[in-house]
């Protein structure tokens, strides 16, 4: 539990020069799919976020946190496929699940706040984008509560309750926040059209963050006419739960997918390259960075003024630099 119900959060900033990215962080506990949330070797398929939140914690501090979306993966802890929550039991390897304040207590802020370390919920301000597993049919209340901008509402349906998309502003880069939670390639241009529509005509740099890689989306991105906007330089999704990097000579704008930060990895071939129109969540999209695709891993970037140019580094749970390309 927190001490007395709180934390204390850091001071908003408008500064822009660095950041830290992560997404898919909750430990999956969903049907046969059961991940080891206790601790332990991680070999063994044991959860990678809260080593990665204490190791991100050390150092300088980024200038904010963006989280690509998918908190919350405890929805059950009955292997099969029966989708219940039986009675918590560390004894017996049942942990808290389900939408209520226990499992996110569990899934997110313990770990994000890194215990008795200095963690990385209190380093610098938050964006929290909305994953699928945020969705009105799954654990749309925490994500309200918790996340949202905003009053939560007191029902959620996942064909008309979509979040609007809306701007964050930051020194020298602008971030759109879109929420594409329920996966339909209808809201999602809606939404992609309203971005478009608020860049026209500004000239500040522009980031657009969601949860749901373009590709997965039909021809919702390329129908928006985002493609064509010059101001936006940089998509940042999840959902998939591995890293990949689709560079602006493959796709429209530099699409960098950072979905690799705790929840049970996709397989991934550490050389596979599948076509941007690949659907396939087993392989992985454009250009693959050379780190072991079996390593939970996390984002960090830093930009550089005088170049006016975005350096990014993966790396792994040790902190160590595995993978660095460059954004203009």
């Known amino acids: 539990m927190w001490p007395a119900g709180t934390i204390s959060l850091p001071r908003v900033s408008r500064a822009s020069a660095s950041a830290l990215v992560i997404g898919d962080t909750g430990c999956r506990l969903k049907g046969s799919s059961h991940q080891w949330c206790q601790g332990g070797s991680l070999a063994l398929g044991a959860w990678g976020f809260p080593q990665l939140s204490q190791v991100a914690a050390r150092g300088r501090g980024p200038d904010y946190t963006l989280h690509v979306g998918d908190y919350l993966y405890r929805e059950s802890t009955q292997a099969g496929g029966t989708g219940r929550c039986d009675p918590y039991d560390p004894a017996r390897g049942w942990v808290h699940c389900g939408d209520n304040w226990s499992a996110w207590e569990d899934d997110f802020f313990k770990p994000a706040e890194g215990g008795n370390l200095p963690g990385v919920l209190t380093l610098a301000p938050w964006i929290f984008v909305r994953g699928n597993h945020e969705s009105c049919s799954r654990s749309w209340q925490g994500y309200y509560l918790f996340f949202y901008p905003g009053p939560a509402p007191s029902t959620c349906q996942d064909a008309q309750d979509v979040i609007p998309p809306y701007r964050v502003e930051l020194s020298q880069l602008d971030i759109y926040v ?151």
């Open 178 to 328: 879109a929420d594409t939670s329920n996966e339909s390639s209808a809201s999602a241009q809606r939404s992609f059209k309203s971005i478009y529509q608020a860049l026209a005509g500004r000239a500040t740099p522009a980031w657009l963050t969601t949860h749901v890689p373009t590709e997965d989306l039909g021809s919702a991105y390329d129908d928006s006419q985002l493609a064509e906007q010059s101001m936006l330089k940089w998509l940042h999704v999840g959902h998939v739960h591995n890293f990949q990097n689709i560079p602006a000579s493959v796709s429209q704008q530099t699409q960098t997918i950072t979905g690799g930060s705790g929840t049970a990895l996709d397989g991934c071939g550490s050389t596979a390259i599948c076509p941007v129109s690949s659907q396939k969540s087993e392989c992985c999209y454009g250009e693959v960075s050379s780190h072991d695709a079996g390593q939970y891993s996390y984002l960090t970037v830093d930009y550089d003024l005088s170049k006016a140019e975005w350096t990014a580094e993966l790396r792994e749970l040790n902190g160590r630099a595995i993978y660095q390309f460059v954004v203009p």
